[in-house]
């Protein structure tokens, strides 16, 4: 079955822009996180979606927000972005209740300029 | 929260030789810990994972033990071949409630020398 699909892979962005990044789940996953990795921090969660719900979210500002669909598929947007929104952001689906593993996606390069 | 240190950040070994990689956690509610390996420019891979009703695992030359009463936890790998070379994250997980949130170790990078 197909992973989990990010897109776009990469981005380069000027300070003060918005992005909006995408995430499809494994068909039948129901659960989607979101992670921002950078070399001095590793991965840092974001927030967690089960349900078209909000079902956790991380330390990061406001700027950062993120929906979910009703077929699973997930969004992030931050806003107003800054040269230290530079990362990779990882998108990641489960299937609560049958296995806590994560499937990761392979990952949008933001670069802010 | 839950806070998630990981030593040592770097490792370098030798062919054939074992690596041990340690994590500690904080919150004495986490019930899930699964360790994942990343390779240069590819998305992390989950490996091996452990719950906290069980004190070993072990899946051929990766082995996860877990010290509920000290709060770490280990990934031991055996006979290590240069493609094990990559960087390692653990972490782990408060469940209940059904959330899926993991906090993880800021990761060790393992080389193998041929």
């Known amino acids: 079955k197909a992973g989990v699909t990010q897109t776009p892979r990469y981005l380069i962005k000027t300070r003060g822009q918005q992005v909006t990044l995408s995430c499809s789940p494994i068909?039948?996953?129901?659960?989607v996180s979101w992670y921002q990795q950078t070399p001095g921090q590793g991965l840092q969660f974001l927030f967690e979606y089960f349900s078209e719900t909000q079902r956790n979210k991380g330390n990061f500002p406001g700027r950062f927000s993120g929906r979910q669909f009703s077929n699973s598929r997930s969004e992030m947007n931050v806003s107003t972005l800054e040269l230290g929104d530079s990362a990779l952001y990882l998108c990641?689906?489960?299937?609560?209740?049958?296995?806590?593993?994560?499937?990761f996606g392979s990952g949008t390069r933001l670069t802010v300029v | 929260g839950e806070n998630v240190e990981q030593h040592p950040s770097t490792l370098s070994v030798q062919e054939g030789d074992s690596a041990v990689i340690k994590c500690t956690y904080s919150d004495s509610a986490s019930n899930y810990f699964p360790w994942y390996k990343q390779e240069l420019g590819k998305r992390p891979q989950l490996i091996i994972d452990i719950r906290s009703n069980v004190g070993e695992k072990k899946d051929q030359r990766i082995a996860v033990t877990l010290n509920k009463t000290a709060k770490h936890f280990s990934l031991h790998i055996t006979e290590t071949q240069p493609e094990d070379s990559a960087v390692y994250f653990c972490?782990?997980?408060?469940?209940?409630?059904?959330?899926?949130?993991?906090?993880f170790g800021k990761g060790t990078k393992l080389t193998v020398n041929p």
């Open positions: 990641a689906s489960s299937f609560p209740g049958q296995s806590y593993g994560y499937t």
């Open positions: 972490a782990a997980s408060n469940t209940q409630g059904g959330s899926e949130k993991l906090v």
């Open positions: 068909s039948g996953h129901r659960s």
